[in-house]
């Protein structure tokens, strides 16, 4: 059986101010496997961006461990960790004069040197990742030019294309409709079955993350249930923190069917 690709010991998550600091989450033990495709959900504020951003390594964590293939990510080198780790921010792209190309190739930093110089493997990677978020044809179109859905289907290129073996989204399908937040999750869920990619994403799509997370971290503000998403239901876990719903399996449709009881 193979070992967890991402584990933490303990680990609090906050930020710290001129005063003190402010714990979001505290004694998170957590494991995520090669080939996993987990949704992180939760309500707004209970520190899922914060979650994500500290196993990036972009916040510190307040305490305790996060290991990346049985590494300290504290002391891993940056280029290494860019390796292991690719993280898609909700963040808008703060490059207006950047092209498609260009920014999808900067994916490709940890592993052209100081140069940048892209050699043809490079090329093909960050063509193939283009295509894959289904924006072939906008190469040369700049940032400013796109719609916030195109803009975001860049951003998810460019983690394709850095080719780690983790891929961490905030809130990847927030400005796709419907056809193109399908077509990502189906790419992600490609990507974590087939390839053996770990996909840790947060999301409010409460019915998808049911229907398709092999594994879902739940949040709520101060606690965290782990299960899969007929465990969590099960134990009335998601019905607590999404108050106002009820859950049944429809084994004619294999799935679960979310009914809004007011």
Known sequence: MSSPIITTSDLTIGYSNKQSDVTIQSNLN???????????????????????????????????????????????????????????????????????NELVSLGRSPYTGWKGILHEKDKEIVSQSINQVMLTGFESRTITSLSDGEKQRASIARAFAQDTPIILLDEPTAHLDINNRIEILILLIHLAHDIGKTVLLSTHELELAIDLADKIWLMNKKEMHIGKPNELIENGNIQNIFHGKSYTFDATERRFIIKYTH
């Not at 959900?41 to 461990?65: D, E, F, M, R, V």
């Not at 300290?72 to 993280?87: C, D, G, H, V, Y």
């Open 30 to 100: 957590l494991k995520a496997m090669p080939g996993e495709f987990i949704c992180l959900i939760g309500p707004n504020g209970c520190g899922k961006s914060t979650l994500l951003h500290t196993l990036s390594g972009l916040i510190p964590p307040l305490s305790g461990k996060i290991l990346i293939n049985n590494n300290n990510i504290r002391t891993m080198p940056l280029q290494e960790r860019a390796k292991e780790m690719s993280f898609v921010p909700t963040e808008e792209i703060d490059a207006p004069l950047m092209t498609v």
